[in-house]
């Protein structure tokens, strides 16, 4: 079934770095979802993304939508300390009756 | 934004109790909800779609008789882990989406319930 992997696992930065991340996935999707989730909390809807090409700001927060529809990129600039937590991407079921996650990337930020 | 409240945060039992957890989509009618169960550093697993006045749709090897779920309202969706074990515990985090399935309306997520079987 579809599979989407997320790199880098973790990652530690120090505050006013910028991050970036990203979601590969092993077929197409049209689709693509950026979450984040604080510990002990649900996840939030960072960014959605619709279209390829696509380039999604939120504040600090860029998401682009992969031109071959297989892979999609977050970049977070000057990060702050409230940035801890673990970023997912998403996407659809081929079925679209469901949201597929990725593994996550967990990132610290080391004030 | 759309808000979805999930009671309890936290509950510690016994084994052998069970234990029901409410997810409520509180500003808008959530057509289908879903179920997850996430393992620490782990990603979220999908338990089972819940959609309004019709049965419970759960993902392979999920077994629906431990884990009832029942979804009276366009606003309520109830999580019932049945006997539950130690191996039972984990965090449970519901979502609601107004949209049927997964359409393009993103899921809003509850903040979770931290279940502990003693």
């Known amino acids: 079934g579809q599979q989407l992997n997320q790199s880098p696992q973790s990652m530690f930065i120090q505050e006013g770095e910028d991050v970036s991340m990203n979601c590969t996935s092993s077929?197409?999707?049209?689709?693509w979802l950026w979450y984040k989730q604080d510990p002990g909390e649900g996840p939030v809807l960072l960014i959605a993304l619709y279209k390829a090409g696509e380039l999604t700001s939120n504040g600090r927060l860029t998401a682009q939508f992969g031109t071959t529809r297989k892979d999609s990129f977050l970049n977070i600039s000057a990060s702050i300390p409230s940035d801890v937590g673990i970023y997912f991407c998403a996407g659809p079921s081929p079925s679209y009756d469901k949201v597929i996650f990725g593994p996550g990337t967990s990132l610290s930020v080391i004030p | 934004g759309a808000v979805v409240s999930q009671h309890p945060s936290r509950v510690i039992c016994k084994s052998g109790t069970s234990v029901k957890i409410e997810c409520r989509s509180l500003?808008?009618?959530?057509?289908?909800m879903f179920w997850y169960r996430q393992f620490p550093k782990q990603s979220l697993m999908l338990m089972a779609t819940s959609n309004e006045g019709s049965k419970a749709t759960y993902e392979q090897g999920v077994e629906k008789d431990k884990f009832l779920i029942n979804h009276a309202s366009l606003t309520l969706s109830t999580l019932t882990v049945t006997s539950a074990h130690p191996e039972d515990s984990s965090f449970y985090i519901c979502?609601?989406?107004?949209?049927?399935?997964?359409?393009?309306?993103?899921?809003?997520f509850g903040d979770g319930t931290r279940l502990s079987i003693l």
């Open positions: 979502s609601a989406t107004s949209g049927g399935g997964y359409s393009n309306q993103p899921q809003h």
């Open positions: 500003d808008f009618q959530a057509t289908t």
């Open positions: 077929s197409i999707f049209n689709t």
